[in-house]
């Protein structure tokens, strides 16, 4: 595979932290392809999340968990192509992590090298995970974590369900949030939980914790790109819109059949050596 092309990126974790000690909110938006990476790159977004969510918004998979190591780094490569200069965070799929520290390391080495990402993003915070944070960290890769609903658990959740909300939960979330932060992660994402969670943990660590469904109170925020931008049939509760990509697609894609099927298109400008 051709190595993707990166410049130093402008933020670095350090600088994050940093951020966070200020109290300057840090913006977080996923990206998928190069199309998307140019969007982003002409914004004052702070940085990207190649999500497995691509699994969902790209692929049209029902879940993340038939997202591939191989659709990861492609899908990686291609943002970084777009956002040579944007600190990029790539998501280890479902089972590139979970058998051992070996494999996880290996992976994580395969989105930084091949997939030219900075850091890499894995989910949950059970001792087998804090092992696996502790291996990669070990390696050089910087590690952000996932905490709360995590999509990876949707067969143990039972479903999309909001995470945290029994005070068992709630303790047994922040002491994992607290490990991973003890394990060397520099990054915490938070999805699906109370707000008060979210704020709590967000209070109690040092390390940037960027909030997805988790209340106004995290450093940072991140959305799905699809999601923000409208693309999405049935956004979850904790998604802005704040465009309306589908429907203006659908109708530009409808003038263009349009235009065909009565002649206006092509036009006199569309064509080579028009015939008079
Ligand atoms: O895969 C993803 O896009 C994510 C975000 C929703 C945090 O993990």
């Given at each position: 595979?051709a ?30 392809d ?8 002409a914004?004052?977004?702070?940085l990207?999340?190649v999500?497995?969510s ?8 029902p ?9 990861m ?17 790539a998501?280890?799929p479902?089972?590139s992590y979970h ?8 992976n ?22 804090l ?19 995590t999509?990876q658990?949707i ?17 047994r ?10 394990a ?5 994402v ?15 660590l ?8 988790a209340?106004r ?22 998604v ?28 006199v ?8």
């Amino acid at each position: 595979m051709a190595t993707a092309k990166r410049t130093e990126p402008a933020l670095r974790p350090q600088t994050m932290a940093a951020m966070k000690a200020k109290g300057s909110k840090l913006v977080m938006i996923t990206a998928y392809d190069y199309a998307s990476a140019r969007c982003v790159v002409a914004t004052s977004v702070d940085l990207i999340l190649v999500g497995d969510s691509l699994g969902m918004v790209v692929l049209g998979y029902p879940d993340t968990l038939k997202v591939t190591m191989g659709d990861m780094i492609s899908h990686c490569a291609a943002v970084r192509r777009g956002a040579p200069d944007k600190y990029i965070i790539a998501d280890m799929p479902y089972m590139s992590y979970h058998l051992d520290t070996c494999q996880a390391k290996a992976n994580a080495a395969r989105l930084i090298v091949d997939g030219a990402a900075d850091a890499v993003k894995l989910e949950g915070g059970g001792d087998s995970r804090l092992e696996v944070i502790r291996a990669i960290v070990d390696c050089e890769i910087p590690v952000c974590a996932h905490l709360g609903l995590t999509p990876q658990s949707i067969h143990r959740f039972g479903g999309y369900k909001v995470q945290g909300k029994t005070p068992g939960d709630h303790t047994r979330l922040l002491s994992q949030a607290l490990a991973i932060q003890e394990a060397g992660a520099f990054m915490l994402v938070v999805e699906g939980i109370p707000e008060q969670l979210g704020k709590e943990i967000s209070a109690s660590l040092h390390i940037p914790v960027i909030g997805i469904g988790a209340g106004r109170f995290t450093d940072g925020q991140v959305l799905v790109f699809h999601d923000l931008l409208g693309m999405t049939p049935q956004p979850a509760k904790f998604v802005q819109t704040y465009a309306t990509i589908h429907d203006q697609s659908v109708s530009a894609i409808e003038r263009y059949a349009t235009e065909v099927r009565t002649g206006a298109f092509p036009s006199v400008r569309n064509i080579y050596y028009p015939i008079n």
